[in-house]
């Protein structure tokens, strides 16, 4: 299979595999923050999510960039539904962390609050989610040698 | 997939065009409506692009004059008239508030498409007309190397300078056009980060006490609480030791000052709180009171509380008080003149003048102008009256920008900064 898919199972191109680490770990420590800000109330832990949830947008976004780009490629290959998974994951996790940004510029306990909260476990979820996609094929390779 | 796109296309869509303001609520005079918090995750940003005055100037009422009595300033601010009639300026920009999140940058950038893009003088102009045509035929640099001076006064024969960081002091001797003696520091201002860094200043009737307003250091405390000692209060600084003391707290951003003359109270514009909805909260126009609270950051308009603020403190907001009297939501004020001996006469002999520099948090431009508000007893007594106005063009652009606002009482003149076309503009009766 073609490693530049991004997702298959010879498992991501490296280079795809390093930008998905960054909105996987970027995502997770802005839930974190927030975490740490909702039970604070120290404005640091927020300024710190909203740069970590800024640096996962940009890197989230040409990972998803590749994957839409590898889809549209191999348009016509097998099992479409199936390889559509993984950049539909990326898609929602984008959107819903573009959101999230703009909720993280309210000011104080706004830019967090329960809908904050929320919107960074969602792009927890969806940025883990699409790396166990990513990654599983990895895996399974890693395991037949 | 596309489902998600468009749900989120459709949010975003929803969530911006939030900003549409109520044109039934009525936000002037003692007793505004308040609406109930709006927060959209884009906050409404409306900037009146500059274009400037060309052949133009601003709208005065039948029976007044308008000339520019001096253009290419350095973003003219507050000014004071000596008793020669002499007009001084205070020109600059101030604030050395970092960047904190991603939305610094990016407001940042979008707010700056609204202001001049001439650099702050960090001075004081003089600007003398002398043989009273409307023009100044001369115009020096009165004091040179200051820090973002904002404030003015003139006590006893001394002139005083609100620099962002410090109160400074400076001899003065009569007709003088230029002043090279060193300040002498009455008292240190507090001026870390100064998001908003404005030093309002004015004096007491006796003279024996200096008022300074100090913003606060942030929108709502988004700074942390910690940044915000001694900011959003007003202070009353002994003017023979520097000592001070705060006379209110809570006042958000008190950015002019000026002495009713009936009852000699102090009163102040203040700039409220954004990001709660075009039409919350409203700036005011109150007397200081002695010991008052105003809300800030707890709550708005007397106590309305905004959740933003955590840990919130019931027990502020129950000490709040309501100012005295509402100027609309965003307008901006940032200058206050009260009309002495007489004022202009007619129905403009009692009452105050407000520069309203305008707003950016609503799509609906509001401010833009310079307004008269009638006073009787000492009090507000009726709605504002547009005094000056032509400052936006019919589709929304700006070609100026009111800030300061001073009455000279003795030849019956009303000077307007302009820090937008960096103009001063002096309004006087067609004689």
């Given at each position: 299979?073609?490693?530049?898919?991004?997702?298959?199972?010879?498992?991501p191109?490296?280079?795809?595999?390093?930008?998905?680490g960054?909105?996987?770990?970027?995502?997770?420590?802005?839930?974190?923050?927030?975490?740490?800000?909702?039970?604070?109330?120290?404005?640091?832990?927020?300024?710190?999510?909203?740069?970590l949830?800024?640096?996962?947008?940009?890197?989230?976004?040409?990972?998803?960039?590749?994957?839409?780009?590898?889809?549209?490629?191999?348009?016509?290959?097998?099992?479409?539904?199936?390889?559509?998974?993984?950049?539909?994951?990326?898609?929602?996790?984008?959107?819903?962390?573009?959101?999230?940004?703009?909720?993280?510029?309210?000011?104080?306990?706004?830019?967090?609050?329960?809908?904050?909260?929320?919107?960074?476990?969602?792009?927890?979820?969806?940025?883990?989610?699409?790396?166990a996609?990513?990654?599983?094929?990895?895996?399974?390779?890693?395991?037949?040698? | 997939?596309?489902?998600?796109?468009?749900?989120?296309?459709?949010?975003?869509?929803?969530?911006?065009?939030?900003?549409?303001?109520?044109?039934?609520l009525?936000?002037?005079?003692?007793?505004?409506?308040?609406?109930?918090?709006?927060?959209?995750?884009?906050?409404?940003?409306?900037?009146?692009?500059?274009?400037?005055?060309?052949?133009?100037?601003?709208?005065?009422?039948?029976?007044?004059?308008?000339?520019a009595?001096?253009?290419?300033?350095?973003i003219?601010?507050?000014m004071?008239?000596?008793?020669?009639?002499?007009?001084?300026?205070?020109?600059?920009?101030?604030?050395?508030?970092?960047?904190?999140?991603?939305?610094?940058?990016?407001?940042?950038?979008?707010?700056?498409?609204?202001?001049?893009?001439?650099?702050?003088?960090?001075?004081?102009?003089?600007?003398?007309?002398?043989?009273?045509?409307?023009?100044?035929?001369?115009?020096?640099?009165?004091?040179?190397?200051?820090?973002a001076?904002?404030?003015?006064?003139?006590?006893?024969?001394?002139?005083?300078?609100?620099?962002?960081?410090?109160?400074?002091?400076?001899?003065?001797?009569?007709?003088?056009?230029?002043?090279?003696?060193a300040?002498?520091?009455?008292?240190?201002?507090?001026?870390?980060?100064n998001?908003?860094?404005?030093?309002?200043?004015?004096?007491?009737?006796?003279?024996l006490?200096?008022?300074?307003?100090?913003g606060?250091n942030?929108?709502?405390?988004?700074?942390?609480?910690?940044?915000?000692?001694?900011?959003?209060?007003?202070?009353?600084?002994?003017?023979?030791?520097?000592?001070?003391?705060?006379?209110?707290?809570?006042?958000?951003?008190?950015?002019?000052?000026?002495?009713?003359?009936?009852?000699?109270?102090?009163?102040?514009?203040?700039?409220?709180?954004?990001?709660?909805?075009?039409?919350?909260?409203?700036?005011?126009?109150?007397?200081?009171?002695?010991?008052?609270?105003?809300?800030?950051?707890?709550?708005?308009?007397?106590q309305?509380?905004?959740?933003?603020?955590?840990?919130?403190?019931?027990?502020?907001?129950?000490?709040?008080?309501?100012?005295?009297?509402?100027l609309?939501?965003?307008?901006?004020?940032?200058g206050?003149?009260?009309?002495?001996?007489g004022?202009?006469?007619?129905?403009?002999?009692?009452?105050?003048?407000?520069?309203e520099?305008?707003s950016?948090?609503?799509?609906?431009?509001?401010?833009?102008k310079?307004?008269?508000?009638?006073?009787?007893?000492?009090?507000?007594?009726?709605?504002?009256?547009?005094?000056?106005?032509?400052?936006?063009?019919?589709?929304?652009?700006?070609?100026?920008?009111?800030?300061?606002?001073?009455?000279?009482?003795?030849?019956?003149?009303?000077?307007?900064?302009?820090?937008?076309?960096?103009?001063?503009?002096?309004?006087a009766?067609?004689?």
């Amino acid at each position: 299979m073609d490693r530049e898919q991004g997702a298959d199972a010879a498992g991501p191109h490296p280079i795809h595999a390093i930008l998905l680490g960054f909105p996987i770990a970027l995502f997770t420590t802005a839930l974190i923050t927030d975490i740490a800000y909702l039970r604070t109330a120290e404005i640091q832990w927020t300024n710190f999510s909203a740069w970590l949830i800024s640096g996962a947008l940009l890197f989230g976004g040409l990972v998803l960039a590749w994957a839409l780009i590898a889809l549209v490629i191999h348009l016509r290959a097998p099992n479409r539904p199936r390889r559509m998974l993984y950049p539909g994951l990326l898609a929602a996790m984008w959107i819903l962390g573009l959101v999230n940004a703009f909720k993280h510029s309210q000011d104080a306990w706004s830019s967090v609050g329960a809908f904050g909260l929320i919107l960074s476990i969602l792009c927890t979820i969806l940025a883990l989610a699409a790396g166990a996609v990513a990654f599983s094929g990895f895996a399974a390779r890693e395991v037949a040698r | 997939m596309i489902r998600t796109l468009t749900c989120g296309a459709a949010l975003l869509l929803a969530l911006t065009s939030c900003g549409r303001s109520d044109p039934g609520l009525d936000q002037l005079g003692p007793e505004p409506d308040v609406p109930a918090i709006r927060e959209t995750l884009v906050p409404p940003m409306r900037i009146a692009k500059p274009v400037g005055w060309g052949d133009r100037t601003p709208v005065v009422p039948a029976g007044f004059t308008i000339t520019a009595l001096a253009t290419d300033l350095q973003i003219p601010r507050q000014m004071l008239v000596l008793p020669n009639g002499d007009v001084l300026v205070a020109e600059g920009r101030g604030g050395h508030a970092p960047a904190l999140r991603p939305k610094d940058v990016i407001a940042g950038v979008i707010k700056k498409q609204g202001n001049t893009k001439v650099a702050g003088g960090d001075r004081v102009t003089l600007l003398r007309d002398a043989d009273g045509d409307g023009r100044a035929e001369v115009r020096t640099v009165f004091i040179d190397n200051l820090d973002a001076p904002y404030g003015l006064a003139f006590v006893d024969g001394s002139i005083y300078v609100a620099n962002q960081g410090a109160l400074l002091r400076f001899p003065y001797q009569p007709g003088q056009t230029r002043i090279t003696a060193a300040g002498e520091e009455v008292t240190r201002l507090p001026s870390a980060i100064n998001h908003h860094w404005t030093k309002s200043l004015t004096a007491s009737a006796d003279g024996l006490t200096l008022y300074v307003g100090i913003g606060s250091n942030s929108n709502v405390g988004e700074r942390g609480m910690a940044v915000e000692e001694e900011r959003a209060v007003v202070w009353a600084i002994d003017r023979a030791t520097g000592a001070r003391r705060t006379v209110a707290t809570g006042i958000r951003n008190p950015t002019a000052l000026s002495i009713e003359p009936t009852t000699s109270a102090l009163w102040a514009v203040v700039n409220e709180r954004d990001e709660i909805g075009p039409q919350a909260s409203p700036d005011y126009l109150t007397s200081v009171r002695e010991g008052a609270f105003y809300g800030w950051p707890y709550s708005y308009w007397g106590q309305h509380v905004d959740p933003r603020v955590r840990p919130q403190k019931p027990e502020m907001v129950a000490r709040a008080i309501a100012p005295d009297y509402a100027l609309g939501s965003h307008v901006a004020a940032l200058g206050l003149s009260f009309a002495t001996n007489g004022g202009f006469g007619g129905t403009f002999s009692q009452g105050a003048f407000v520069g309203e520099h305008g707003s950016w948090n609503r799509q609906d431009l509001s401010g833009y102008k310079v307004v008269w508000i009638p006073f009787a007893n000492g009090r507000p007594a009726n709605r504002p009256v547009d005094f000056v106005t032509g400052f936006l063009t019919e589709d929304g652009q700006a070609r100026g920008r009111p800030v300061g606002v001073t009455f000279d009482p003795t030849r019956r003149l009303l000077f307007v900064a302009d820090d937008l076309s960096n103009t001063v503009w002096r309004v006087a009766p067609r004689r």
